[in-house]
């Protein structure tokens, strides 16, 4: 069973710069997909971006790339998604999510979840 916990949101104003946190235990993570979501308010779930642990393969929605970079630190079982030139529609609730298996961007596809971290971006 693996544990995700989210930290690093805040406050921020536009174009600024925030960098969350996952932190993964109960296993290796080496056969894992891990990625990231948001939920704006009234909104459903969407998909941000993605890792292969193993290989380091990324993955991006449009609307971030260029702006969010995703990492992983193997000896910390650590995910991070650094968050530049933040703008007020990328306020959200912020997921950390895992899979066995390789990248996909449906949030159904992913079995464990973290407990969130709120985004916040003023203009």
């Known amino acids: 069973q693996v544990q995700l916990v989210e930290s690093g949101g805040g406050l921020v104003q536009a174009g600024g710069s925030l960098r969350l946190s996952c932190a993964a235990s109960?296993?290796?993570?080496?056969?894992?997909?891990m990625g990231w979501f948001r939920q704006a308010p009234g909104k459903e779930r969407e998909f941000v971006a993605a890792?292969?642990?193993?290989?380091?393969?990324?993955y991006y929605t449009d609307s971030v790339k260029g702006r969010f970079t995703i990492s992983r630190d193997n000896a910390k079982n650590t995910v991070y998604l650094q968050m530049n030139s933040l703008k007020p529609e990328d306020t959200a609730v912020y997921y950390c999510?895992?899979?066995?298996?390789?990248?996909?961007?449906?949030?159904?596809?992913?079995?464990?979840w973290g407990q969130g971290t709120q985004v916040t971006v003023s203009s």
């Open positions: 109960g296993g290796s993570l080496s056969s894992f997909a």
């Open positions: 999510a895992a899979r066995v298996g390789s990248i996909v961007v449906a949030t159904t596809r992913y079995a464990y």
């Open positions: 890792i292969r642990w193993s290989s380091g393969t990324t």
